[in-house]
């Protein structure tokens, strides 16, 4: 297997890209973007699911996961914190968290070959989120062919 390419900061590039998925799937469950940087409660706690799921999830320090929300570590800590007080108390919340949890785990990039095929599957479907309907029906019956 390949040795995983690194970035300037140390910073695994699956790590990082997983922590990207992450927050793509908290972003789509909740509705929101959590890299919005409004104080809002409604972005806040989301925010801070995805902080936890990417600290727990990947192999990112608080420093590097602060740097994905363009916060500071001590900001990942306590949302760590609050997330494990939401598990243990909030009864909203630990009913979403078995389907939450089940899309989350299905990130996990073992190779490079993995990886690979998630950015290409990543492109292609941003590259059908620009087409028409018409253009995607197409696009099906040459696949079909």
Same mark, same amino acid.
Do not use: W
């Given at each position: /297997? ?48 995805? /902080? ?78 620009? /087409? ?14």
């Amino acid at each position: /297997m390949k040795k995983l390419k690194r970035h300037s900061q140390g910073i695994s590039i699956i790590s990082r890209e997983k922590c990207r998925k992450i927050i793509s799937i908290v972003n789509e469950f909740y509705g929101v973007n959590c890299l919005d940087l409004s104080k809002k409660r409604v972005i806040v706690e989301p925010r801070q699911v995805a /902080m936890y799921y990417c600290y727990k999830r990947t192999n990112l320090s608080s420093t590097s996961v602060a740097l994905m929300f363009n916060k500071d570590h001590a900001t990942v800590l306590h949302s760590i914190n609050i997330v494990e007080g939401r598990m243990l108390y909030d009864k909203k919340f630990k009913d979403q968290r078995p389907k939450l949890e089940e899309l989350i785990f299905r990130v996990n990039f073992k190779t490079e070959a993995e990886f690979i095929l998630f950015q290409t599957k990543e492109k292609i479907n941003l590259l059908v989120s620009k /087409m028409s309907l018409d253009q995607c029906n197409e696009l099906i019956e040459n696949i079909k062919n």
